[in-house]
């Protein structure tokens, strides 16, 4: 089985990118972040063709999660126990967003994530952020002690940087979210939960990134962030036999600012 996850950056406008992805790189599911769009919006149509079934939660232009499955995708839940909701404004009461989708595809429990941001140090929502995962790390710590033999890969966009390597120039962020030490110990502490990093031992870096911003030609510069993740519970970690970040996806015209990350699963034993 084939897995990967990827931050499209809205997938109206690339669908057909996607597609072509789908069909060059022979992917079972494909999890998807900041699809931008409402359910009713999503272009189901263009992955069924293929032999994909979707499953798909978005409430506006902002964030949006998804599962494109040709293993079969059961079980979908929206949400993981215990997120923490958000409002922007106030007198607004907090609501859910749009931030993870689960399914079991092809016996796999895939989470489809989307971590929120962070903003700023001294904004609120970085710590809607570390709300945010640190309820995921206790959902995920139910998750491996009520059924450890189910593999569960928590995938998507964790806007970290958990390593100094994960970045192109820790000097440049040293005082900007993603790097500070509260939300590497957030990321460190799913991972002490018992979910390991699946990706890293075949793509070491320093140099390895996922992501680039698209102002100051950091793509071409090789100016980037490692940001995206598969962190898979031990059931679906003994199961990897590769994994690489298809850095190609990020050139040419109408690229997402990310890039995708591809893992591959050894069949069950018989």
């Given at each position: 089985?084939?897995?990967?996850?990827?931050?499209?950056?809205?997938?109206?406008?690339?669908?057909?990118?996607?597609?072509?992805?789908?069909?060059?790189?022979?992917?079972?599911?494909?999890?998807?972040?900041?699809?931008?769009?409402?359910?009713?919006?999503?272009?189901?149509?263009?992955?069924?063709?293929?032999?994909?079934?979707?499953?798909?939660?978005?409430?506006?232009?902002?964030?949006?999660?998804?599962?494109?499955?040709?293993?079969?995708?059961?079980?979908?839940?929206?949400?993981?126990?215990?997120?923490?909701?958000?409002?922007?404004?106030?007198?607004?009461?907090?609501?859910?967003?749009?931030?993870?989708?689960?399914?079991?595809?092809?016996?796999?429990?895939?989470?489809?994530?989307?971590?929120?941001?962070?903003?700023?140090?001294?904004?609120?929502?970085?710590?809607?952020?570390?709300?945010?995962?640190?309820?995921?790390?206790?959902?995920?710590?139910?998750?491996?002690?009520?059924?450890?033999?189910?593999?569960?890969?928590?995938?998507?966009?964790?806007?970290?940087?958990?390593?100094?390597?994960?970045?192109?120039?820790?000097?440049?962020?040293?005082?900007?979210?993603?790097?500070?030490?509260?939300?590497?110990?957030?990321?460190?502490?799913?991972?002490?939960?018992?979910?390991?990093?699946?990706?890293?031992?075949?793509?070491p870096g320093p140099g390895v990134?996922?992501?680039?911003?698209?102002?100051?030609?950091?793509?071409?510069?090789?100016?980037?962030?490692?940001?995206?993740?598969?962190?898979?519970?031990?059931?679906?970690?003994?199961?990897?036999?590769?994994?690489?970040?298809?850095?190609?996806?990020?050139?040419?015209?109408?690229?997402?600012?990310?890039?995708?990350?591809?893992?591959?699963?050894?069949?069950?034993?018989?």
């Amino acid at each position: 089985m084939r897995l990967a996850t990827w931050n499209v950056n809205s997938i109206r406008s690339r669908a057909d990118r996607v597609a072509a992805f789908l069909d060059r790189s022979d992917v079972d599911v494909l999890a998807l972040q900041e699809t931008k769009c409402r359910d009713d919006q999503f272009p189901e149509m263009v992955f069924s063709a293929l032999g994909y079934e979707v499953a798909h939660v978005g409430h506006s232009q902002w964030n949006g999660v998804a599962i494109l499955s040709r293993v079969g995708i059961d079980d979908v839940e929206v949400g993981f126990p215990g997120m923490p909701s958000w409002s922007a404004k106030d007198g607004v009461a907090p609501a859910p967003e749009a931030r993870a989708l689960g399914a079991t595809c092809g016996g796999v429990r895939v989470w489809s994530l989307y971590v929120p941001n962070g903003r700023t140090l001294a904004d609120p929502h970085l710590q809607y952020k570390l709300d945010w995962l640190a309820a995921l790390r206790t959902a995920g710590a139910g998750w491996l002690a009520d059924a450890p033999d189910i593999p569960v890969a928590l995938v998507g966009d964790w806007n970290i940087a958990p390593e100094d390597d994960d970045v192109w120039d820790m000097a440049v962020f040293a005082h900007s979210t993603h790097v500070s030490p509260p939300e590497r110990a957030a990321f460190r502490a799913v991972v002490d939960a018992g979910y390991t990093d699946v990706v890293r031992p075949y793509t070491p870096g320093p140099g390895v990134y996922t992501y680039w911003d698209y102002t100051q030609l950091r793509f071409p510069r090789r100016e980037g962030m490692r940001i995206d993740f598969v962190l898979g519970n031990p059931a679906l970690a003994a199961r990897v036999t590769g994994a690489r970040i298809d850095r190609e996806e990020r050139k040419g015209k109408g690229a997402s600012d990310h890039a995708p990350v591809v893992v591959d699963l050894a069949d069950l034993p018989c």
